[in-house]
């Protein structure tokens, strides 16, 4: 009797210490295998400078915390990004980054995660959902107040006239839509003769910014005065459509951006991109700061917002170098 219960005991003791610092995982057969910590990060896809650095940024702070990370590439595909998170679900990974490529469709994936008590951390965009019960918490950007920012720059630079044409971002994400939103709104506020004359998307890449510019170029090249494009890769597809019809980027037609990518900073010194409001993408400390929060069981805002810096002629070659 004395040894069944000191066995018993023994037990108890050994899946007590298992249990500590293993969060969702007390039995210890998570994804790591013993008591290190797994976190997913599933990126949506991989296509331009800041995407890189997003990952790279995770990548790094999850090395430098001994943490392990299981990381997934959705290459532009919501479906791919469910199967995803899916299969991070089903390895028992004790808790998920995910950066939504849209807004819609990702429900499977978060009840999935949801079901078996793993927390999910969204990055960078916005996915439908209650905060706090659907995922713990959203870190990104203002998105509404990038817009505003790059229509008060343009209304000031531009006098308060002239026609606009807008390149935006990847249809169906929040980012695209409270871009835009913040633009419009404050553009009508601040100068209303101001027109946009066409909006399309070039889904935040470089050439599809360059084909769609191309093209409104053709149609209705001598109306256009100005470009406000939702990320620094389209403005940079755009400049080299201007430059390819013939007219002077920074003279012929202003262009405005968001995210100040190292590219964008190199334009704003060449003069042929005005500005761009700065959207971080280095993720990795907020994030691993949230979850070290989560584990010692302390509660997280249901929103953090970063604090963004704004680059033009004034300050871009200060910033160049550091810039990715
Ligand atoms: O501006 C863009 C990227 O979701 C905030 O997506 C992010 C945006 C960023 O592909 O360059």
């Not at 998920?96 to 999910?120: S, Y």
């Not at 500005?275 to 929060?293: H, L, Q, R």
Request: hydrophobic residues 40%; negative net charge.
């Amino acid at each position: 009797m004395k040894k069944l219960l000191s066995v018993l005991f023994l037990g108890v003791l050994v899946f007590a210490l298992a249990g500590c610092g293993g969060g969702e995982d007390p039995a210890g057969d998570n994804a790591g295998g013993d008591d290190q910590l797994v976190v997913g990060f599933s990126q949506m896809e991989m296509n331009n400078p800041w995407r890189i650095a997003e990952t790279e940024s995770i990548q790094k702070e999850a090395k430098e915390r001994g943490i392990k990370l299981v990381y997934t590439d959705a290459q532009g595909s919501t479906a791919k990004q469910v199967s995803d998170i899916e299969s991070m679900v089903a390895q028992k990974v004790d808790y998920i980054a995910l950066a939504p490529r849209e807004f819609e469709g990702l429900a499977p994936a978060l009840d999935a995660a949801k079901e078996a008590g793993i927390p999910v951390i969204l990055v960078d965009r916005m996915a439908k959902g209650t905060p706090g019960e659907d995922f713990v918490t959203f870190i990104g950007s203002n998105f509404i107040e990038e817009g505003e920012r790059a229509a008060s720059w343009l209304a000031e630079t531009m006098d308060g006239k002239g026609n606009i044409v807008e390149l935006t971002g990847t249809s169906g994400s929040s980012v695209a839509l409270d871009r835009q939103k913040g633009f419009v709104d404050k553009l009508a506020e601040v100068a209303p003769e101001m027109e946009i004359i066409a909006s399309q998307t070039g889904d935040f890449a470089r050439a599809d910014g360059q084909k769609v510019m191309e093209n409104l170029l053709q149609s209705q090249g001598d109306k256009i005065d100005a470009v406000y494009a939702h990320n620094d890769e389209m403005a940079i597809g755009a400049i080299n459509a201007i430059k390819a019809a013939g007219k002077v980027p920074g003279e012929d037609i202003i262009v405005v951006s968001v995210d100040g990518t190292k590219d964008a900073l190199n334009a704003i010194i060449a003069g042929e991109l005005g500005a761009t409001v700065e959207c971080s993408p280095f993720f990795g400390p907020p994030v691993f700061d949230v979850i070290e929060k989560l584990e010692n069981g302390e509660s997280v805002p249901t929103e953090i917002i970063n604090e963004d810096r704004f680059f033009d002629a004034s300050n871009a070659e200060e910033f160049v170098d550091s810039a990715y």
